[in-house]
């Protein structure tokens, strides 16, 4: 007997490379090539003067920001929780909601961390098989139908992103509230981390449906993930369920500075509405030029596009586009192992990454 063996050993998620080289093109994570509004400089001003507002803990619960936020979506503060980045939102929500010791559903090509939550905190789990064209098939999430992926099981929970990563897809509203509908007894989690480049929001859904959580970030269409901010707007049930768990397990999460900028931030509604119209003009602009060079793409609805191309090896582009200062990203996994994700950068860097896409396939004859 080994005192390791009451260790709780998990395999953990493996985050996109964070490259030392400041020359690098870096469109493997997903972040905004823009800065985040420049009123957040403004903010920061008040706590120049004030450091001694340090020496206390910050507002446990991150009250400005929470009203800031409720503001914006038009919801009671009481239905918006904060956290460091929408990982922990997540983490917190996997813990608070799928811990009942009854199986969840989520899509088996989706965001990678779900699995790590789930064996994590020792949740079981099925992975339901996208459809070939990789779009979530509705039927599979709900209880009457014939392709039902929880029969002669007792599911207690489902999570999946909308739009869904790595494959940029989006599932219509209407899908999602017969999914909601279905399900009235278990939570149901929808990970909004890229809504906001063009899919619409299940936000709308809310006042019909106490069991729905929906999880969003500041790190792509807010251009803030160094901040870490995420949050989750649900029922007042929901929310206060999700405070107990979040107070039970580490009270101050939120600290002051980024509680300021944040609260900032979301404030400029007009600054965050000019960045995600930049992207998704430039999304639609690089979608074009990819097809040109004969690659194929799920039509994303998010910050990246996610390409094959028939002739040449996903693994192969990755590494050629790697050798000339160009970062995506490359999942050497079962289905998804052909393609590349690209971050939709600046206009210019798309411009150079399908420059390099052009000469990469030229040398292999295969333009
Ligand atoms: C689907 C999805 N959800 C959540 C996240 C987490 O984002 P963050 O913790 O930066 O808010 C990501 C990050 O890439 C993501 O792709």
């Known amino acids: 007997m080994s005192w390791e063996e009451n260790v709780r050993t998990v395999t953990p998620y493996t985050a996109g490379e964070q490259p030392k080289d400041p020359g690098i093109i870096k469109l493997n994570t997903?972040?905004?090539?823009?800065?985040?509004?420049?009123?957040?400089?403004?903010?920061?001003?008040?706590?120049?003067?004030?450091?001694?507002?340090?020496?206390?803990?910050?507002?446990?619960n991150a009250t400005r920001l929470v009203n800031a936020l409720a503001d914006i979506y038009g919801v009671d503060p009481a239905q918006i929780y904060v956290g460091v980045g929408s990982d922990d939102v997540l983490s917190m929500s996997f813990l608070t909601?799928?811990?009942?010791?009854?199986?969840?559903?989520?899509?088996?090509?989706?965001?990678?961390?779900?699995?790590?939550?789930?064996?994590?905190?020792?949740?079981?789990?099925?992975?339901?098989?996208?459809?070939?064209?990789?779009?979530i098939d509705p039927e599979n999430y709900i209880p009457d139908s014939a392709s039902y992926a929880g029969k002669n099981e007792n599911i207690?929970?489902?999570?999946?992103?909308?739009?869904?990563?790595?494959?940029?897809?989006?599932?219509?509203?209407?899908?999602?509230?017969?999914?909601?509908?279905?399900?009235?007894?278990i939570p149901v989690i929808v990970d909004e981390a890229y809504v906001d480049f063009g899919s619409e929001s299940a936000r709308t859904l809310l006042p019909k449906y106490e069991n729905l959580l929906i999880i969003q970030t500041f790190s792509k269409s807010r251009a803030l993930a160094g901040l870490r901010i995420g949050f989750a707007i649900g029922s007042k049930k929901m929310i206060s369920y999700l405070n107990d768990v979040k107070?039970?397990?580490?009270?101050?999460?939120?600290?002051?500075?980024?509680?300021?900028?944040?609260?900032?931030?979301?404030?400029d509604d007009a600054y965050f509405h000019s960045l995600t119209d930049r992207i998704?003009?430039?999304?639609?602009?690089?979608?074009?030029?990819?097809?040109?060079?004969?690659?194929?793409?799920?039509?994303?609805?998010t910050n990246f596009v996610f390409a094959s191309h028939p002739k040449v090896h996903a693994k192969e582009l990755f590494a050629e586009l790697r050798a000339k200062g160009i970062l995506v990203r490359y999942f050497d996994k079962p289905r998804i192992n052909e393609y590349l994700r690209i971050t939709v950068g600046t206009r210019e860097q798309m411009q150079k990454v399908v420059s390099a896409?052009?000469?990469?396939?030229?040398?292999?004859?295969?333009?």
């Open 30 to 60: 997903n972040e905004c090539p823009y800065p985040p509004t420049p009123k957040i400089q403004e903010a920061l001003k008040e706590l120049e003067d004030t450091t001694d507002r340090l020496r206390l803990y910050p507002d446990m």
């Open 97 to 135: 909601f799928f811990t009942s010791g009854k199986r969840i559903l989520f899509p088996d090509i989706t965001y990678s961390f779900y699995d790590v939550w789930a064996e994590l905190y020792r949740i079981p789990y099925t992975m339901v098989p996208l459809r070939d064209d990789f779009s």
């Open 357 to 367: 896409l052009r000469e990469i396939l030229t040398e292999h004859h295969a333009l």
């Open 280 to 301: 998704i003009e430039t999304r639609e602009a690089f979608k074009k030029d990819l097809s040109a060079l004969g690659f194929t793409y799920p039509d994303s609805m």
């Open 247 to 267: 107070f039970s397990f580490n009270s101050y999460t939120m600290n002051l500075p980024a509680i300021v900028m944040a609260e900032a931030a979301v404030k």
């Open 156 to 185: 207690g929970g489902l999570i999946f992103p909308n739009p869904n990563a790595p494959t940029g897809v989006a599932l219509p509203l209407a899908d999602i509230e017969r999914i909601v509908k279905a399900n009235p007894d």
